[in-house]
């Protein structure tokens, strides 16, 4: 969190960015470059910054405090950015900016009505957030998080014929919901496993990205029916809350598997459960739940099927890097009132 106030004294200003420089190379590698962003900028635009120097989520009270009277924010998806906040912020709050490319955390009507302009960060994280989306899936089709701890335990016995067997990708069909950038860069990189047939489905058919893969668009009941894996990859929105339900699973082959990597709300946990413990489908992977972090004693901790990540997907030192980099840049642009490199339209 970076809260900036504009200001008429550069010489403190530069101080101060300095020794924020030098405490932060060294705990934190993935602040370098926001901090350059800004450092190279803020001395021409004037600005006082803040920063919450911690990895733990800023208290709501903490973050309500200092919010007070600041021209811009940059928050990330822990923080819950509603009326509360922007009344405490008050009218000086010009731009607001996530490092993130989710906005459900971000009240946008309220953004709206006070003429705030949101930047986020598409794009950079669609490589990295595919890569965990394929390895998430492989772990979850071939049983990996079982197999190694099985083979810690002692439960590795003589070569068994049926030991373990899972799902493989080759001649199957992948079904994706929800077609951006993100689930194009699924389908690349599955395609090579020899995927026999990519589906998908929207609120609309996106012949564009659907051509990149050669996707065939198919309504939610076929999505269920046909897939053999089915990655979800929408955005949380109304529409979409709790959207992967009972109805969904009911329709699914109970060899196929289900794998989350969008947001936890898209899933209506309870159902995910009854389908995944009664063998109605296969088996899920899921980077995203509700609540995060989900609690230890959950009942989807319990089930060999279900493999859980602790919402990791762009967790690479290159794309937080980057999308920390467009963060800064974002509200730096929104501050000086020009276009930002990425803004949300609302
Ligand atoms: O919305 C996002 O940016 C992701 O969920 C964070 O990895």
């Not at 009344?87 to 993130?100: D, E, F, Q, W, Y």
């Not at 489905?201 to 089915?230: G, H, N």
């Not at 929105?237 to 109805?247: A, D, F, L, Y």
């Not at 196929?256 to 709300?265: D, L, V, W």
Request: contains cysteine; hydrophobic residues 45%; aromatic residues 8%.
């Amino acid at each position: 969190i970076i809260f900036l106030n504009k200001t008429k004294k550069p010489q403190k200003l530069l101080m101060k960015l300095f020794s924020l420089i030098v405490i932060h190379s060294q705990r934190q590698l993935l602040w370098i470059h926001t901090f350059l962003s800004l450092c190279s900028s803020l001395f021409f635009l004037r600005v006082q910054f803040e920063l919450w120097d911690s990895d733990d989520p800023i208290p709501r009270q903490e973050l309500l405090k200092k919010v007070k009277g600041c021209d811009g924010l940059l928050c990330v998806l822990t923080e819950k950015i509603d009326a509360e906040v922007l009344n405490a912020a008050g009218p000086n709050l010009k731009v607001l900016s996530t490092m993130s490319v989710g906005f459900d955390h971000l009240s946008l009507g309220e953004l709206k009505k006070r003429g705030i302009r949101v930047g986020y960060t598409p794009e950079v994280l669609t490589d990295a957030v595919a890569e965990l989306t394929i390895a998430l899936l492989l772990a979850t089709s071939r049983r990996l998080i079982e197999a190694t701890h099985e083979a810690k335990t002692g439960g590795w016995g003589t070569w068994r014929t049926l030991w373990l067997c899972g799902y493989e990708l080759a001649d199957s069909t992948v079904g994706i919901f929800g077609l951006g950038r993100i689930g194009v860069a699924i389908a690349e990189r599955l395609k090579p496993f020899k995927v026999k047939k990519f589906i998908y489905t929207d609120v609309a058919p996106r012949p564009e990205l659907a051509a990149a893969i050669q996707a065939e668009y198919v309504s939610m009941d076929e999505l269920a029916r046909q897939s053999d894996f089915l990655a979800v990859c929408c955005a949380l929105t109304p529409e979409t809350q709790g959207i992967c339900n009972k109805n969904l699973f009911s329709k699914m082959k109970n060899t196929s598997i289900f794998i989350n990597t969008s947001r936890g709300g898209v899933v209506n946990q309870e159902d995910l459960y009854e389908a995944l413990s009664t063998g109605q489908i296969a088996g899920a992977g899921l980077d995203v739940t509700v609540p995060e972090p989900l609690p230890t004693n959950h009942p989807l901790f319990t089930l060999k099927n279900c493999v859980i990540l602790p919402h990791i997907a762009s967790a690479s030192y290159t794309t937080r890097n980057a999308m920390s980099a467009l963060a800064a840049n974002n509200l730096l642009a929104g501050l000086r009132g020009e276009p930002m490199p990425k803004e949300l339209q609302l």
